[in-house]
């Protein structure tokens, strides 16, 4: 059971990424899914999240976030993107990727940086 992030990496402010999570040993699709964030010297915080224990999915953005990201699932059901737009500086973190298994199960985190 594990999840991969990937997409991170360098770019300039206004800039875009997409950030992807792929679960293996397990059906993402099943899951509530969510992104967390981490700068140096802060803590944690929620970025974006997907619950899905509902007929109808239920999304989560943080207020920093709203209107530039979007969180989606890919057709296969196995993975979820963080489309990332009008990227600030202070979104500059490692991105993690969670599937709300008991306990949630977490990836190893994508280095997002945005600089001029």
């Not at 920093?64 to 057709?75: D, E, I, M």
């Amino acid at each position: 059971v594990q999840l991969q992030a990937s997409g991170g990496g360098s770019v300039q402010p206004g800039g875009s990424l997409r950030l992807s999570c792929v679960a293996s040993g397990f059906s993402l699709g099943d899951y509530a899914v969510a992104w967390f964030r981490q700068a140096p010297g802060k803590e944690r915080e929620a970025v974006s999240c997907i619950d899905t224990s509902d007929e109808t999915p239920y999304y989560y953005y943080a207020d920093s976030v709203k209107g530039r990201f979007t969180l989606s699932r890919g057709n296969a059901k196995n993975s979820v993107y963080l489309q990332m737009n009008s990227l600030k500086p202070e979104d500059t973190a490692v991105y993690y990727c969670g599937a709300g298994l008991s306990p949630w199960v977490w990836g190893q985190g994508t280095q997002v940086t945005v600089s001029s």
